[in-house]
């Protein structure tokens, strides 16, 4: 199939991508890489009457560490991210979920912001931005908000970012010193969307776990810092009160399964 017609601009500055925005409202689609609205595009599940090409957008490639956090622009690539030198220091949770991203031609092209704002439940950028408890700024002619991750996420395919907004950068808040990370997930194949995917984020006072592939949105819990035994039956009780998806990549009880087994693996690796 191919897409239905639709009147494209490549604007050549951040704040006439937001005019355009603002004039055309529901019927404009922002293209940053494209791995996630081509397809869409191509069977027709996005029918934009107008596409705005940000993806070149000048004096939005940053990576910047500022007031503890650090600071991703909306034109930065998963690839430019992975090579950022400060990357395991700064976000070792990212550096590790990375490789599990797609394929590296994949990454070469999609951007850090098109993958938390395309909010897919089994992604690995909405998962960290959960866990790490980040944050995006929202820039519209309006001015700019600040959203936390779990107000950005509202549903499966769905974000709180109005049609006239663009995720101008994501915050990540900076790793302290000693924190212990995990990622790890179960996909059919490498490079597919996970069935089930686990982060889990650990230091002196607290162990936190979240997990993608089972809800319209990534699930976050923290205990106490415990021992092995009683973390693990604390991780048991928690999944055991959570329904999972049940669809034709896995069962809901597959699912469950899944988060006791990869859970157990994270909780292990960081406590």
């Not at 595009?41 to 993806?55: I, K, T, Y």
């Not at 002619?141 to 994501?170: F, K, M, S, Y």
């Not at 999944?239 to 049940?246: F, L, R, T």
Request: some cysteine.
């Amino acid at each position: 199939m191919k897409p239905v017609s639709f009147e494209y601009n490549r604007p050549q500055h951040f704040d006439e991508a937001l005019q355009i925005l603002a004039a055309h409202g529901d019927e404009a689609r922002l293209l940053a890489g494209g791995q996630s609205l081509i397809p869409m595009l191509n069977m027709r599940l996005a029918r934009p009457s107008v596409l705005v090409d940000v993806g070149g957008l000048p004096d939005h490639g940053f990576i910047q560490q500022k007031n503890g956090m650090v600071c991703v622009g909306c034109c930065v690539t998963q690839r430019d991210l992975d090579d950022w030198a400060g990357l395991e220091v700064a976000l070792p949770l990212v550096k590790k979920a990375i490789p599990l991203v797609g394929h590296f031609q994949t990454r070469n092209r999609g951007t850090i912001t098109g993958s938390i704002a395309h909010a897919d439940p089994s992604a690995e950028f909405p998962l960290c931005m959960a866990i790490l408890r980040g944050q995006a700024v929202l820039a519209s002619v309006r001015g700019e908000r600040v959203l936390g991750a779990a107000e950005l996420q509202t549903g499966v395919l769905e974000t709180a970012c109005r049609p006239d907004e663009i995720i101008r950068e994501v915050r990540f808040p900076e790793a302290t010193p000693g924190v212990k990370v995990s990622f790890v997930e179960e996909a059919p194949r490498h490079g597919d969307f996970a069935i089930v995917s686990v982060a889990a984020v650990a230091d002196s006072s607290s162990v936190r776990i979240a997990f993608g592939g089972v809800s319209d949105r990534p699930i976050v819990h923290e205990w106490p810092v415990l021992g092995g035994s009683e973390i693990r039956a604390a991780l048991f009780d928690f999944v055991a009160d959570i329904e999972p998806y049940n669809d034709d990549h896995a069962s809901a009880d597959y699912r469950r399964h899944l988060m006791c087994s990869l859970g157990q693996q994270a909780i292990l690796e960081v406590c």
